[in-house]
């Protein structure tokens, strides 16, 4: 496979796992989560981040999935 289909198969498996993330986002009612947004922002840039995980770095759970681990990045 040559440079440039590999960079195209890797922009299509980023493009899938922003469709999917958002998809699940939606349906969980939280698509406006600062951190749902900062793992789409990362998947629709087609860029390699060694910093982005931990993610979150604070686990969603009920009491704090409709805000935001967001402010400690």
Do not use: C
């Amino acid at each position: 496979m040559s440079v440039e289909e590999t960079q195209n198969r890797e922009a299509d498996i980023m493009g899938q796992a922003y469709q999917v993330i958002a998809q699940i986002a939606l349906a969980a009612d939280l698509f406006d989560n600062e951190d749902v947004q900062r793992a789409l922002n990362y998947f629709s840039a087609n860029e390699y981040r060694e910093d982005f995980l931990p993610f979150p770095s604070n686990p969603m759970t009920p009491s704090n999935a409709k805000t935001s681990s967001a402010e400690e990045y």
